[in-house]
């Protein structure tokens, strides 16, 4: 298993050590997705199983398989009781495992053993470290029922012990995806959450035209608790913040109501064409149906492979569950179709405030 190893210590003093941990079956794959997408280098990958086979078949740089006592390697068949126990039985190996980190970034399937079961564990060690912890874990297909009610439980013992959770669901890449590969469709999310990643490691990271520094994601996230994430991209010179803010709302695979969310964090990425009031358009605009006391930190980074073109990601923390399964709810969603004229768009009201 490799370390990151540094020439000189001073090399990372000052800078935030991140790593994303992959836990059990879906977790390891989205490892190896991840891997095969790079843009991550600065980000440690780690994957956790309780099934040698699979996790011998995982790319990455750090693996570790548990509870080689209670599953003799065999994976947790389902149990999230077994996945837990599992864990709880190489505590220690895994808390220096992920000792020293400042960002934990825990990716797992809920629904099944390991991913439910261990998942929670890795988090509460990682919290215990120092570190602050998000989790972004899938939610189970809607024909996988009792996966579904095993998936609410590994979600309630997550926010428990993370400072915030994101659930991406699985239903929701039939509609986006249903007739690709299933490799590339569960790539697609995976896509998603690395650019979600990339986009927060490298506002705090790099240097920017906006900086967002460790402290300020602290201050979002530990208060976070559910949250959902947006991503979205544009190519379009003109009305560039309406754009790319419509694309991340609109986006097929994470449609959630954020409405009444206690913070964000959101970061821009555009060419050297990107002007300030249109980066603030962009959090405007995303942020106008937050709480009035919401907690919004936002970077923005010039990026010249971004000419003339504009990217934002973001995660709105704060969110009430009962809006993010499912995506937008009815009432919500009526609202925003009695907005979509061809010529406003969906911020026929909105886009007056900004630009008085």
Same mark, same amino acid.
């Given at each position: 298993m490799a370390d990151i190893i540094s020439e000189n210590a001073d090399d990372w003093f000052g800078v935030p050590q991140i790593a994303i941990v992959g836990v059990g079956g879906a977790g390891n794959n989205s490892?190896?997705?991840?891997?095969?997408?790079?843009?991550?280098?600065?980000?440690?990958?780690?994957?956790?199983?309780?099934?040698?086979?699979?996790?011998?078949?995982?790319?990455?740089?750090?693996?570790?398989?548990?509870?080689?006592?209670?599953?003799?390697?065999?994976?947790?068949?389902?149990?999230? &009781?077994?996945?837990?126990?599992?864990?709880?039985?190489?505590?220690?190996?895994?808390?220096?495992?992920?000792?020293?980190?400042?960002?934990?970034?825990?990716?797992?399937?809920?629904?099944g053993g390991t991913g439910t079961g261990a998942a929670p564990v890795v988090a509460?060690?990682?919290?215990?470290?120092?570190?602050?912890?998000?989790?972004?874990?899938?939610?189970?297909?809607?024909?996988?029922?009792?996966?579904?009610?095993?998936?609410?439980?590994?979600?309630?013992?997550?926010?428990?012990?993370? &400072?915030?959770?994101?659930?991406?669901?699985?239903?929701k890449l039939l509609k986006f995806a249903g007739n690709l590969p299933v490799n590339d469709a569960f790539k697609t999310m995976d896509m998603l959450i690395a650019e979600t990643i990339q986009g927060i490691t490298e506002t705090i990271t790099k240097p920017s035209l906006v900086n967002l520094d460790f402290a300020d994601f602290k201050a979002v996230m530990e208060a976070g608790d559910v949250a959902v994430m947006l991503v979205g991209q544009t190519s379009r010179s003109e009305n560039k913040p309406e754009a790319v803010v419509e694309d991340a709302l609109c986006h097929p695979l994470l449609e959630a109501d954020y409405k009444g969310a206690k913070g964000a964090l959101i970061h821009v990425t555009g060419g050297s064409d990107l002007t300030m009031k249109e980066t603030n358009d962009i959090v405007e605009l995303l942020t106008y149906e937050l709480d009035s006391t919401a907690n919004v930190i936002w970077g923005a980074r010039i990026n010249d492979d971004f000419n003339g073109k504009a990217r934002v990601t973001a995660i709105m923390t704060g969110v009430e569950p009962k809006w993010v399964f499912g995506g937008i709810s009815e009432e919500r969603e009526g609202v925003l179709k009695s907005k979509a004229g061809v010529e406003k768009g969906i911020f026929g009201d909105i886009i007056p405030i900004i630009r008085r």
């Open positions: 490892m190896n997705r991840l891997e095969s997408l790079g843009g991550l280098e600065t980000v440690e990958k780690i994957a956790i199983n309780t099934d040698k086979l699979h996790l011998d078949s995982i790319k990455t740089g750090k693996k570790m398989l548990i509870g080689k006592s209670l599953t003799k390697g065999l994976g947790a068949g389902g149990s999230p &009781d077994i996945g837990r126990k599992a864990a709880e039985l190489d505590k220690e190996e895994l808390r220096r495992l992920i000792q020293g980190k400042n960002i934990v970034f825990l990716t797992a399937g809920m629904g509460e060690l990682a919290k215990e470290s120092g570190a602050i912890v998000i989790a972004m874990v899938s939610f189970p297909f809607e024909a996988e029922r009792i996966r579904r009610k095993k998936a609410m439980d590994g979600i309630e013992r997550l926010r428990g012990v993370t &400072d915030t959770v994101v659930v991406l669901e699985n239903d």
